[in-house]
């Protein structure tokens, strides 16, 4: 009898003076999402994230807002990787490697990653604007840094032309949870298998 795929769902969260952060993802979702940050522009790119890579994603996380928006949103990547990064187990069958451009209007981003436990990150994106509505543009930089870092993933994040920041950033997160879904899918030919000729995944 063929046994039972291995459930890849995992939660975790961080609790500190500054954040309190709770995350649970089921990588073999449908896209199904619940997220409150109290950062609504955080909100819909986490939603778009979802959405788009079908992993089902609950964020609840509470922070001192009072202060900005950066201990929030950086907890936020650093919590949400650690889901993802247990939740992929022992990273048998795994594609592995994933990569997305993405159109928005104007605007085209490209997103590469290997999921290689090598945690790296390369961000090639610039703003014409410091911030967008409440949330300053820079810290689009810090989740995806502690993205990669939390969930051990190699990311290079790229956004070839265009000129409206909203655009720019959300063909940014559309591009990665297009790259993920690629990557984190079971190779069936592969299945039993850490996709690394080392027999594991790391660094060395």
Same mark, same amino acid.
């Given at each position: 009898?063929?046994?039972?795929?291995?459930?890849?769902?995992?939660?975790?969260?961080?609790?500190?003076?500054?954040?309190?952060?709770?995350?649970?993802?089921?990588?073999?979702?449908?896209?199904?999402?619940?997220?409150?940050?109290?950062?609504?522009?955080?909100?819909?790119?986490?939603?778009?994230?979802?959405?788009?890579?079908?992993?089902?994603?609950?964020?609840?996380?509470?922070?001192?807002?009072?202060?900005?928006?950066?201990?929030?949103?950086?907890?936020?990547?650093?919590?949400?990787?650690?889901?993802?990064?247990?939740?992929?187990?022992?990273?048998?069958?795994?594609?592995?490697?994933?990569?997305?451009?993405?159109?928005?209007?104007?605007?085209?981003?490209?997103?590469?990653?290997?999921?290689?436990?090598?945690?790296?990150?390369? @961000?090639?994106?610039?703003?014409?604007?410091?911030?967008?509505?409440?949330?300053?543009?820079?810290?689009?930089?810090? @989740?995806?840094?502690?993205?990669?870092?939390?969930?051990?993933?190699?990311?290079?994040?790229?956004?070839?032309?265009?000129?409206?920041?909203?655009?720019?950033?959300?063909?940014?997160?559309?591009?990665?949870?297009?790259?993920?879904?690629?990557?984190?899918?079971?190779?069936?030919?592969?299945?039993?298998?850490?996709?690394?000729?080392?027999?594991?995944?790391?660094?060395?």
């Amino acid at each position: 009898m063929p046994q039972a795929p291995k459930l890849r769902q995992a939660e975790a969260s961080r609790a500190t003076k500054e954040t309190s952060i709770s995350v649970a993802v089921n990588l073999d979702g449908t896209g199904e999402y619940n997220v409150s940050t109290g950062i609504g522009f955080l909100d819909h790119m986490l939603e778009q994230l979802s959405r788009h890579s079908l992993i089902d994603i609950d964020v609840q996380a509470k922070g001192d807002l009072h202060i900005d928006f950066h201990h929030t949103t950086e907890d936020t990547g650093i919590v949400l990787g650690e889901a993802v990064r247990d939740a992929l187990g022992d990273f048998k069958g795994l594609t592995r490697y994933g990569s997305a451009v993405i159109p928005m209007d104007e605007t085209c981003s490209r997103v590469s990653l290997d999921v290689s436990q090598r945690p790296y990150l390369i @961000w090639n994106v610039n703003f014409t604007k410091p911030k967008l509505g409440d949330m300053d543009t820079e810290l689009f930089k810090e @989740w995806f840094q502690a993205f990669a870092q939390s969930a051990g993933i190699t990311l290079h994040v790229e956004n070839m032309y265009g000129e409206n920041n909203h655009h720019i950033v959300e063909s940014c997160f559309k591009a990665l949870a297009r790259a993920l879904r690629q990557a984190i899918e079971i190779d069936p030919r592969k299945a039993d298998e850490v996709p690394s000729t080392k027999g594991v995944l790391g660094s060395g």
